[in-house]
């Protein structure tokens, strides 16, 4: 056996002189070309890595790829689990997955058609099937036929299609007709909006009226009163929810319940795993609560279980997640109804 280092050592020896006679910037940017090249642990982290893994038991597992199910837990900390492939036609997982199964293939019903077969990592897709629709903002329950004809005086605008009934409308030569119409009252009005922007507000003046202008031929704007200067808009604050004094811990636990039921009623179906997802719910707890659960009700519950457990309850951290993905009204509802409950009040918070 050769001693410690001695193949190294001589590679070292023989690359000495040639190294002493290149350029030492040369060197610094072979370094740097070596360093982007092999980052090591300074490289790139990975970002995904909740999802990677779960928990078993006290035991944090790499979950199966997308495709497979696991057969076998992990029992050593971040090892992988034995994992076996779903069965092509019948069974499936979409994502890195922890369950000990997959999940069913989607069997088409008697009025949709297939549009693909069912795969390891991604289910049926079916459709309606020629002159029948089913609503695509809604879970589709039955396809509906199509409407074959519009009302008097209207034409099919869109035909039907899968996802939608025909849109009816005026017919096209009625529509270039109003059009027509249409422009030369555009253009008027954008003629005189202009007018009112360069006699008004080209000349700097603030506050004055342009009915004023025009009655008195008078563009002096520095006459206009100092304090008369148009204040910024500023955001109207929205209400915080807060317990009211003296609420037993029985009555918070029943508020709890009865809020959950409030946002299950008013939230949209079909805007539901945006909502969870925007507050925390993974891909995979979506599933496994699709999975272990019958019926839309149920399933939205069962989310809605899972961010209580695992997170802190904030009710005003739900309604202010339905005001950034544009639900503010679905929020005031669901405010409203809070009230009425008698257990929480509004306080504006600056």
């Known amino acids: 056996m050769a001693p410690y280092g001695g193949k190294a050592k001589s590679v070292l020896l023989v690359m000495t002189p040639a190294l002493r006679t290149m350029n030492p910037r040369f060197l610094l940017f072979i370094f ?27 035991t944090r597992c790499l979950r199966c790829l997308a495709g497979e199910y696991v057969v076998k837990h992990c029992t050593i900390q971040d090892t992988p689990s034995t994992c076996e492939s779903c069965l092509p036609g019948e069974t499936y997982s979409e994502h890195l ?9 989607k069997v088409c019903r008697a009025d949709e058609e297939e549009v693909s077969p069912c795969m390891v990592k991604k289910n049926t897709v079916c459709r309606c099937k020629k002159g029948t629709y089913c609503s695509g903002d809604e879970p589709c329950e039955i396809c509906q036929k199509c409407t074959t004809s519009c009302p008097p005086n209207q034409e099919i605008q869109t035909p039907c299609n899968s996802t939608s009934d025909i849109e009816c409308g005026p017919p096209k030569t009625a529509n270039k007709m109003l059009l027509a119409i249409l422009l030369p ?25 342009w009915k004023e202008k025009i009655l008195t031929v008078s563009f002096n704007c520095d006459e206009a009163p100092a304090q008369d200067i148009e204040r910024p808009f500023l955001p109207r604050p929205r209400p915080q929810l807060h317990w009211k004094e003296n609420t037993t811990e029985n009555e918070k636990n029943e508020a709890i319940h009865k809020t959950c039921n409030h946002f299950l009623e008013l939230v949209p179906t079909n805007e539901f795993e945006k909502f969870v997802r925007e ?3 993974t891909n995979n707890e979506i599933d496994w609560a699709k999975h272990d659960n019958i019926g839309t009700y149920n399933q939205q519950y069962a989310m809605l279980l899972k961010l209580q457990q695992d997170r802190k309850f904030d009710v005003n951290i739900w309604l202010s997640k339905l005001y950034n993905i544009r639900m503010g009204e679905v929020a005031q509802r669901i405010t409203e109804k809070l009230k009425g409950d ?4 509004t306080s504006i918070q600056d």
């Open 32 to 58: 740097f070309l070596l360093v982007l090249v092999h980052p090591g642990k300074s490289g790139k982290s990975d970002d995904n890595t909740n999802e990677s893994y779960y928990m078993n038991g006290s």
């Open 97 to 105: 997955t922890g369950l000990t199964e997959c999940l069913q293939c």
């Open 342 to 345: 008698g257990w929480l009040e």
């Open 279 to 281: 507050l925390g719910l």
């Open 185 to 209: 009252i555009g253009f008027i009005v954008l003629f005189a909006a202009f007018c009112v922007w360069y006699f008004c507000f080209g000349k700097k003046c603030n506050q004055l009226k």
